[in-house]
């Protein structure tokens, strides 16, 4: 733990950077419930009055990098001025701060040496969650980019828009970082041969990030993938490419839900290692969070979304149509499955299979093709002891087993 403090507008500051960690999501991966896990831990607290006050979104603010560092520590002092303690490991919390390409460079001029955690869930199980989510956000503008479309029509139309893009942001240079080209070649046509894309795997092993080593044609690349709030931002190997740019992978945890879900433990103690924090008090394995909570937990892999209750909802999902907020939530998360502590295709027994010919199959099809590159990317990471390696049952729902 952090000894003695400074003083601001008299107030104590940890002795220091401000700030020691900072939890960047991903989005619709399951923060919440390892936020309200951590909230177990004592020795751990957060930036401002919750948890949503980050450093790129400020009360106030805009979604900037360059926000006001001095209204920044008045949020960085909220909790340790309420719980009159300068000893904490105070964390910045920021769900979406993955996908934001200036980030980690402004999370690194806060603090060289912080600690960046990271939450990961199955690239296609994420976006059938992020879909829901938006067609129940009334009045938003996420609800406004999908209100008109079927799940399957949508996955068509963003691919798509998607595939532009990069073609767009290829004529501007050959981008080093292939991963994207790759991966827009996958799904627009099969004319990436397995030996070119191979070696394009090959190529993006090595992270370029914004003000890191990113040239023009892979900014605009990312920013393609940062815009596609829904698809884009699943291919969680180029956001994370821009924080190894900054970070070097001893500052980096990586965690996956299907193993918060199963053994919540065991994750947390990993957690609480890589932050230097004390064990909490209370046993993680004892605690039952409320339903809501566990909402972005359950997990189903790749083209095994099929069998989820999700699923179905989704395929029978019309243009303009609102699922039920309840059946949606359950959907979505497998809660029983998960509170139960089940595994990562517990919710492959909550439906009934969707018709594998059918429109929204497809979709999921495409989608498994899409990120195959992606995942390739992580696993790849993983064996090289950047990143924790990921579920092995990705490398099977993304047919990497038989590469």
């Given at each position: 733990m952090v000894s003695g403090s400074l003083s601001w507008k008299g107030s104590a500051l940890p002795a220091g950077p401000p700030i020691h960690y900072a939890v960047v999501g991903g989005h619709q991966c399951g923060t919440s419930v390892l936020w309200s896990y951590g909230r177990l831990n004592?020795?751990?607290?957060?930036?401002?009055?919750f948890r949503n006050e980050h450093f790129a979104n400020m009360p106030g603010k805009a979604a900037l990098c360059d926000n006001s560092i001095e209204d920044y520590l008045d949020l960085v002092t909220t909790q340790l001025r309420g719980r009159n303690r300068s000893d904490l490991l105070v964390g910045d919390w920021g769900a979406m701060n993955l996908h934001c390409l200036c980030c980690p460079a402004s999370l690194r001029m806060i603090n060289p040496e912080l600690k960046v955690v990271l939450l990961l869930r199955d690239p296609v199980q994420r976006v059938m969650s992020a879909f829901l989510a938006a067609r129940r956000l009334r009045m938003h503008l996420w609800n406004e980019w999908t209100r008109n479309y079927t799940f399957a029509g949508y996955v068509?139309?963003?691919l798509a828009s998607?595939?532009?893009c990069f073609a767009r942001a290829r004529r501007f240079g050959s981008s080093r970082n292939s991963s994207s080209s790759s991966s827009s070649s996958s799904s627009s046509s099969s004319s990436t041969t397995g030996g070119q894309q191979q070696q394009q795997l090959a190529d993006g092993a090595v992270?370029?990030?914004?003000?890191?080593?990113?040239d023009l044609?892979?900014?605009?690349?990312?920013?393609c993938y940062a815009q596609s709030h829904l698809l884009g931002w699943s291919a969680y190997d180029v956001f994370l490419s821009n924080y190894l740019a900054h970070f070097p992978p001893r500052q980096l945890l990586v965690l996956y839900a299907s193993q918060l879900a199963a053994q919540p433990a065991a994750v947390m103690a990993r957690l609480e290692a890589h932050l230097g924090a004390p064990p909490a008090r209370e046993r993680y394995d004892?605690?039952?969070l409320p339903p809501a909570v566990l909402t972005d937990v359950g997990e189903c892999n790749g083209v095994r979304c099929l069998q989820t209750s999700a699923a179905q909802l989704l395929a029978g999902l019309a243009p303009g149509e609102q699922p039920p907020r309840s059946a949606g939530a359950a959907a979505v998360a497998g809660i029983d499955a998960a509170s139960a502590g089940a595994g990562a295709n517990a919710t492959a027994a909550a439906g009934v299979a969707v018709d594998p010919a059918s429109p929204f199959a497809r979709a999921v099809a495409a989608l498994a093709q899409f990120y195959a590159p992606h995942v390739a990317r992580l696993v790849r990471w993983g064996q090289e002891g950047r990143i924790s390696p990921p579920p092995a049952e990705w490398?099977?729902?993304y047919g990497l087993d038989r590469r």
């Amino acid at each position: 733990m952090v000894s003695g403090s400074l003083s601001w507008k008299g107030s104590a500051l940890p002795a220091g950077p401000p700030i020691h960690y900072a939890v960047v999501g991903g989005h619709q991966c399951g923060t919440s419930v390892l936020w309200s896990y951590g909230r177990l831990n004592t020795a751990l607290t957060f930036v401002g009055h919750f948890r949503n006050e980050h450093f790129a979104n400020m009360p106030g603010k805009a979604a900037l990098c360059d926000n006001s560092i001095e209204d920044y520590l008045d949020l960085v002092t909220t909790q340790l001025r309420g719980r009159n303690r300068s000893d904490l490991l105070v964390g910045d919390w920021g769900a979406m701060n993955l996908h934001c390409l200036c980030c980690p460079a402004s999370l690194r001029m806060i603090n060289p040496e912080l600690k960046v955690v990271l939450l990961l869930r199955d690239p296609v199980q994420r976006v059938m969650s992020a879909f829901l989510a938006a067609r129940r956000l009334r009045m938003h503008l996420w609800n406004e980019w999908t209100r008109n479309y079927t799940f399957a029509g949508y996955v068509e139309h963003e691919l798509a828009s998607l595939s532009a893009c990069f073609a767009r942001a290829r004529r501007f240079g050959s981008s080093r970082n292939s991963s994207s080209s790759s991966s827009s070649s996958s799904s627009s046509s099969s004319s990436t041969t397995g030996g070119q894309q191979q070696q394009q795997l090959a190529d993006g092993a090595v992270p370029h990030g914004w003000g890191g080593g990113m040239d023009l044609s892979e900014w605009m690349e990312a920013q393609c993938y940062a815009q596609s709030h829904l698809l884009g931002w699943s291919a969680y190997d180029v956001f994370l490419s821009n924080y190894l740019a900054h970070f070097p992978p001893r500052q980096l945890l990586v965690l996956y839900a299907s193993q918060l879900a199963a053994q919540p433990a065991a994750v947390m103690a990993r957690l609480e290692a890589h932050l230097g924090a004390p064990p909490a008090r209370e046993r993680y394995d004892g605690v039952k969070l409320p339903p809501a909570v566990l909402t972005d937990v359950g997990e189903c892999n790749g083209v095994r979304c099929l069998q989820t209750s999700a699923a179905q909802l989704l395929a029978g999902l019309a243009p303009g149509e609102q699922p039920p907020r309840s059946a949606g939530a359950a959907a979505v998360a497998g809660i029983d499955a998960a509170s139960a502590g089940a595994g990562a295709n517990a919710t492959a027994a909550a439906g009934v299979a969707v018709d594998p010919a059918s429109p929204f199959a497809r979709a999921v099809a495409a989608l498994a093709q899409f990120y195959a590159p992606h995942v390739a990317r992580l696993v790849r990471w993983g064996q090289e002891g950047r990143i924790s390696p990921p579920p092995a049952e990705w490398s099977e729902a993304y047919g990497l087993d038989r590469r």
